[in-house]
């Protein structure tokens, strides 16, 4: 349910790094209890990201939440994909479903998120 | 209703073996989906759909004198179900007019009527009825110990007939009739709030789980929760109490005028909405579609650079593939293909405001 090559922050966002880049999405918990994913508002290439910021935002039938950035830097790369088919974020969150990738600025913030065995436990005391 | 313990109704078992996602509601732990929202949706407008809806308050009134003791309660003209087995759309209002709640009436017996209230005011409701009924007319509040499940959708009629034999007749739209459904004694009222054809069956509580299962064995029957509930009667427009409708309100400005008979003689509150019916509402309740984005209740509506209303009920609509809404806006603003905008948080949309029904093509509208 939670990748073990992937980093894990507590707003529940996940980062695939890729030498200097960091794809970005939502975990399987995050999208579980959004429910049906109907409408991701996503920055645009070429935006900054800033880590703790929100980058965005994600819209259930039910609720709207923000997207926050785990680490910071230019954003390279948008999901665009997710505009026509949100519901790809609860199908494959982890794969078709990234939302942005950054390049990026400060590598050393990725020290600051959880392996996968940390957020299993983070999400397990949450639920 | 912090710190209050919520209640919960006699399927509350049945949702959770069920995997529901459970949510406060009016003072109640609701399921709000199973599977999700949109799924559930979709089985409604394309098969059939239940839900539990029990936690909605049921009053009964009876007595020679309970029909002219409602028609002077109520807005609607209760001469219209005169017949037993007839149901009604009403309103209850106070004196200056404003909505108090919106009931279903159903003429159950020889004076006898039944009334389906929102489970938000239950407690506002009967105190009001209880005062203002002269004593001559019985009334019982009987919402605890009474069952409601909804089952709704194209096949919805065809699980009923199956369960009643051949010779039963279903009742016909806005109809109620008794049945027995598996030996359990029933009224189904052929009335809902989906869009789609369908019953609502009222049962003793203590029967509530026997019907619940007994709908659930049918493969074309999905439970379904308040989210589909919600999505499925905002496409088809049908007024939210709390949402497109209050103790701020009049019928007419919110749509209603349809459920009050001006020509019946006096009742609570008939001077003000005669009042307003004359000068023509100030600000009405209109449908937003709105293609970009999902308005949600309380969101700011727009004309240029002026902010003219807010969000009534709002919300994605599953048969459609975007947002729609209900507004308060300026009469002037009110014609149907209006350009107004919505903001939506950081952004702002177009919305063009369109007559609900904003679904057309259901199983009630085909007949």
Redesign the interface.
Known sequence: MYPSDLKYAKEHEWVRVDGDTATIGISDFAQDQLGEVVYVDLPSEGDEATAGDSFGEIESVKSVSELFAPVSGEIVKVNDALDDAPETVNEDPYGEGWMIVVKLSDPSQLDELMDSSAYEAFVAEEA | MSGEELKRTPLFEEHVALGA?MVPFAGWEMP??YG????EHNAVRTSAGMFDVCHMAEFRVFGAAAADALQGLLTNDIRRISEIGDAQYTLLCDEDGHVIDDLIVYHTGEHEYMIIANASNRAVDWEWLDARLPESVERVDESDRTALIALQGPRALSVIEELTGDDFELPSRFQVTGADLDDVPVLLARTGYTGEDGVEIVSHSSHAVQIWRLLLSFPEVTPCGL?ARD?LRLEMGYALYGNDMDRTVDPISAGLGWAVAMGKGDFVGRDPIADVKARGPERRLVGLTVPD??P?HGYPVLHGDREVGTVASG??A?SLGHGIATAYVPAALSVEGTRLEVAI?RKVVPAVVTKPPFVRDTSLSRG
Do not use: A
């Not at chain 2, 999700?36 to 799924?39: H, L, P, T």
């Open positions: 996602r709000v989906y999700g929202i949109i799924e989210g999505t984005g999902i949600r919300g994605f599953p948080r």
